[in-house]
């Protein structure tokens, strides 16, 4: 596909980052930033006093989006739906707004070329960020490397997956949210999802932050190719793109127990655990094949042996330790990867300081990873309790549950003839709690962590 520079988010002539100096963005940002706090939850306007100031507001945003749309020519039919759809909210008398006209003109997997802009105004709640359906802007840029499009359009197929970086957004994105989904739009009727976005510039400027300053604490001796992430920004979003592509995949491929996630359905949060890890050693996994590959294209190789560090390192320094000790599935996952890789002697904590057998390192990934798909291929032919407790069994296998837990005193402790949401409810907020090294851990990494919130490529590593 040609796309001219106009076409590529920015008038002939300008750089990337003309749309977010233009005065229309930043009047678009202050009117959309002040909406916000005239907004419910649910994203009404409740007080009819608040009405006129919101029409105000709006009206400023659609003429912002009608001003800047000749920089997303790609994306004309989405905008001017957009304003239609700020009128008709309007015109409803500013209750729960609907979105889904717009939303679905608005397919960015359908323009998948570095460099192409994007600018999204939905009503909507940002994961990790605002719970709320505020109306929130972004300028966004997609990064799509040419291996990446090779990947793509070989073994590893995913036409709904788009890799983004920030350029500016509102206060939702001022967060530790990396994505932007369709989900989370308020729309009257839910359709069919046919993307999900991700910025990968956030993922990978934290995991640069992050692991630079575990690595010094905990003394590890970084490899030098994996230096390089910790160098170059580019090198690690690129290197995340690769993993994500893999990952956001895998969800709905292999042996799964039906549905891995049970959407709409309250269970153990470990499962959710687990489903993200397999995600991940998948990822893992498949990029020690294109390492491997000599067919494969040197940046190919090249990004495959990154990617295998990424998820090393991101899930047992950054995951493990990130969040409340609530239901923490994703870290949880990182713990168990610590721990298996410990267990199994290629990652060592010895005089106050870590290393790892690198060499021995893929082996035992991959092997976890068959754990968890044996599971998965066993569970067609149990029950779903059953299931659940071969789960548990494989985790409190390498992690050590809390000492007061229903579910660490086996099966005959559980009410296991009540519905389900009963045995759901056993599982402990902290079933898993930190280990004695990751308490520690935690406390010198805390401020580290917290600083990554907001964070984009643009930001000081």
Known sequence: MSITAEARGTAPGTNPQAPATDPAWLALKHAATSLQELQAKDGSVPNPEDHARARDLIAAVTGSIQALAPYF??????????????????????GVPDFLDSLLAFQPQEHRVDGL????????YTQNGSTSRFVEAVLVEVIWPEFIGELEAGSYSNKL???????????????????????????????????????QDREAARFRRVVREAAAVTRLEVPADAVELLDSQALTQETFVMWDLIHD??????????DPFMIKQRMPYFLYSLEELRCDLTAYRESVAVERNDQAS???????????????FDRIFRFAITGTRVRNYDGLGGQLLFAWLHQHHVLHWTDTKLSIDWAEVPDTVIALGHEIEELYWRSIDRPK???????????????????????????DALPL????????????????????FYEALSKKMRATIESTSGITGASKA
Do not use: C
């Open 298 to 312: 040197p940046e190919a190789r090249r990004h495959a042996r990154l990617v295998q560090y990424a998820v090393i």
């Open 117 to 124: 802009g994007h600018l999204v105004v939905f009503p909507m």
């Open 417 to 436: 003839t009540a519905p389900l949401r009963e045995v759901t409810d056993q599982v402990m907020d902290d079933e898993f709690p930190l280990s004695m």
């Open 385 to 411: 309790l059953a299931h659940w407790l071969a789960a548990y069994e494989l985790v409190s296998g390498t992690l050590t549950p809390n000492p007061a837990s229903t579910w660490a005193k086996g099966p």
């Open 161 to 199: 997956f788009v890799p983004l970086r920030f350029i500016d957004f509102t206060p939702g994105y001022d967060s530790n949210s990396a994505v932007l989904f369709p989900e989370s739009v308020a729309v009257r009727e839910t359709p069919t999802f046919t993307w999900g976005a991700i910025f």
């Open 249 to 258: 995949r895998t969800h709905m491929r292999g042996d799964l127990p039906f």
């Open 73 to 94: 020519p790609h994306d004309a039919g989405y905008l001017r739906l957009a304003v239609e759809d700020f009128n008709k909210w309007v015109a409803a008398g500013l």
